[in-house]
């Protein structure tokens, strides 16, 4: 089978670039054959492009219309598996799948098919306005994207013109990663029930030997949504409690200035899965303290596959997990509970806890639990 992948690049990088090459290499592992089409936001300011065309872009982009057009003409792919589209690729390209009649797959890592900003998320507090409105104009009135009337005048706009436009339609199949986002997404799109399916995302595992239990560990975005600055204030005020934080985004660099002198709190940058895994080794657990409604961090999955216990908000995206194992659960967007549970287990560290994790990556999230659902799909299309 010929699989035509496409995703749009984010500035920073996260977990939907890790899927996006990890499921090339899984259906080349199987035998298919793949092609890339993808787009990098870092472009826009390398290349100089304009806000103006990528606003206009929103709407009908020309450039990926053709390009992708003539990759379909050049390469024959039997199904188009997509996965971000903004802001370079766009809705456009779905109008050259139909065109060219491949069956388009399109995997659902956020919001953006309810919220122009994709979060719903807004000023630190989840944010639903723009779910209950035909035309989503809070986005503008807040400058959801980018902080920037112009810029969510254009991105709400846009929204609005796909949704009137039915551009949707062209997607033969919506795959959403956990039943969270699955059953959320329903009860505001019905319309998508008979098109729609949970698909999580995949990982390899290998169970680790576990070192000496030292410190807690945040590995992701730094950004709002991602509670980091609420967990880095947290640590602040447990100096006995280690903490190593990793990864990059919008607020990386304030946060080091504002935290980097504390003796327990540690920075790192953007960490590899080897490098991962030699922080896992010693790790108490991994901490999630995200803010908005997460759809399934591959960092979770990283975790539970090598075995170390992960502490999550108690929110239907995580608490299907490991239900029994109350301590690694804190009331969602309360970070004194997360305090409370940090100080528990920093007291007792309980690392027998990553066998639950293990087996339950076992039972869900391995390549061939993943790849036996996908070929279905793809050969249903067929």
């Not at 009908?60 to 053709?66: A, E, I, R």
């Not at 299907?320 to 804190?330: H, T």
């Not at 409370?340 to 990556?361: A, M, Q, W």
Request: proline share 5%; charged share 20%.
């Amino acid at each position: 089978m010929k699989i035509l992948l496409i995703h749009n690049y984010y500035r920073f990088r996260g977990g939907e670039e890790t899927y996006f090459h990890s499921l090339d290499s899984l259906l080349k592992k199987q035998g298919h054959s793949t092609f890339l089409y993808t787009k990098d936001s870092r472009d826009i300011a390398k290349k100089h492009i304009s806000k103006s065309s990528i606003g206009t872009g929103q709407f009908w982009n020309q450039s990926t219309f053709q390009e992708l057009e003539s990759v379909i003409q050049k390469f024959r792919p039997d199904i188009a598996h997509f996965n971000n589209i903004f802001p370079l690729i766009t809705p456009s390209a779905y109008y050259a799948c139909n065109k060219n009649e491949v069956p388009v797959v399109q995997t659902i890592h956020n919001y953006k098919l309810v919220c122009p900003k994709g979060t719903l998320f807004r000023n630190g507090k989840i944010c639903e306005l723009c779910t209950k409105k035909k035309f989503p104009y809070p986005s503008i009135i807040h400058k959801c994207y980018q902080g920037s009337y112009i810029a969510s005048l254009a991105t709400s706009s846009a929204f609005y013109y796909h949704s009137f436009k039915r551009t949707y339609d062209f997607v033969n199949k919506f795959l959403f990663p956990s039943q969270f986002t699955y059953l959320y997404h329903l009860k505001l799109l019905p319309e998508l029930a008979d098109k729609s399916t949970v698909l999580p995302y995949y990982i390899e595992g290998k169970k680790l030997t576990r070192g000496k239990l030292q410190y807690f560990l945040y590995i992701g975005r730094f950004s709002e949504e991602k509670g980091i600055d609420e967990l880095l204030k947290l640590f602040a005020t447990i100096p006995s409690a280690q903490l190593i934080a990793a990864g990059d985004g919008p607020r990386k660099e304030s946060l080091k200035k504002k935290y980097s002198h504390l003796p327990n709190i540690s920075f790192l940058d953007f960490q590899s899965s080897e490098d991962m895994t030699l922080l896992f080794k010693n790790a108490i657990c991994l901490i999630i303290p995200s803010k908005w409604y997460e759809v399934l961090p591959f960092v979770y999955l990283e975790a539970m596959s090598k075995g170390i216990p992960v502490l999550t908000p108690q929110t239907p995206a995580f608490t299907r997990s490991i239900a029994s194992e109350k301590e690694y659960y804190y009331t969602f967007d309360d970070f004194s509970d997360l305090k409370t549970k940090i100080l528990t287990l920093l007291k007792n560290p309980k690392p027998s806890s990553g066998n639950l994790f293990y087996d339950e990556y076992r039972a869900h999230f391995t390549p061939e639990v993943h790849y036996s659902k996908l070929e279905r799909i793809y050969h249903d299309l067929l």
